[in-house]
Structures are given as structure tokens and as C-alpha cells.
């Protein structure tokens, strides 16, 4: 009794799912009205204490471009940014951020605008952080 029930509540919800995809595309969540703007994924690094793991640094940025031709290259483009991207922090988090001082988020949006304007090839690309934390055990 239990399974038939369980197979008719299955039926049921995969129904309901491919009703939904047929006739309506789900309303998708944007973050700005700005044609012009890609958010990223937010990256993550670990922080380093000598030799041992110490912390998490969380970067988060997005991307404003307001030329069309730069910003479709760009979109093309964003596998090999991430990546760079997440070379960059990570070497920053290795290297710089120290265990009893905030990230300098200056530096960072420094170093991820260098990145962005070789792996594009041209300015135009303007790097926005949209948050920068870290988390560190003691």
C-alpha cells in the first residue's frame, strides 16, 4: 500500500515538474538591472600559516562592461577569467593575507583588474568587489 502510494506521489511531482517546464520558464533572480554587469561565483582561498592551513578568504566580484563586443568576448571568455581569477587569490591569500589583519581589498581589486585587462586583451572591463571576507582559526 505504502509503495503504490509513494509511485502515485512520484508520478505526481515529475508531472508537475514537466507542466511547468512546457508552458513557463521559471522567473530568473538578476542582481542589478544593468545590461552591462556579470556577476561571478564567489572564489575561495585558503589562508596560510607557515605551513599549515589557517583560514578560508572569500572573494566575490562582478564584472561591468559596457561595450556589447567586449562584454559577449568576455562571457566567451569566463572559464579561462575564472580560472585566473582563482590563481591570483589564491596567491594573494598565500602570500599576503597575514592571520591578525583584514585583506587589503585595494590590492585585491588591483591585482583582479590586471587579470582581467591581459586575459581580455584591452581595458574596458571594470572589476566590482562585491565582498571580501575571511575566516580564520585559532
Known amino acids: 500500500m505504502r509503495s503504490a502510494t ?3 506521489a512520484l508520478i505526481g511531482v515529475f508531472a508537475s515538474v514537466a507542466k511547468a517546464d512546457d508552458g513557463q520558464q521559471m522567473a530568473k533572480h538578476k ?3 544593468s545590461e552591462s554587469y556579470l556577476m561571478l561565483e564567489p572564489m ?3 589562508i596560510m600559516d607557515g605551513d599549515r592551513p589557517a583560514g578560508m578568504l572569500l572573494v566575490a566580484v562582478g ?3 559596457p561595450d556589447p563586443r567586449l ?3 568576455a562571457e566567451r571568455a569566463l572559464p579561462v577569467l575564472r580560472d ?3 590563481r591570483s587569490v589564491m596567491s594573494f591569500a598565500w602570500t599576503s ?3 591578525t589583519e583584514q585583506p587589503d581589498v585595494v590590492a585585491i581589486a588591483d591585482r583582479l583588474q590586471r587579470v582581467t585587462d591581459r586575459a581580455l ?3 574596458g572591463a571594470k572589476v566590482l568587489l562585491a565582498e571580501v571576507a575571511s575566516r580564520v582559526k585559532f
Do not use: F, S
Open 6 to 8: 509513494l509511485v502515485l
Open 31 to 33: 542582481m542589478t538591472q
Open 44 to 46: 575561495y582561498a585558503t
Open 63 to 65: 564584472l561591468d562592461i
Open 71 to 73: 562584454r559577449a568576448e
Open 84 to 86: 585566473d581569477y582563482v
Open 97 to 99: 593575507v597575514r592571520l
Open 121 to 123: 586583451h584591452r581595458p
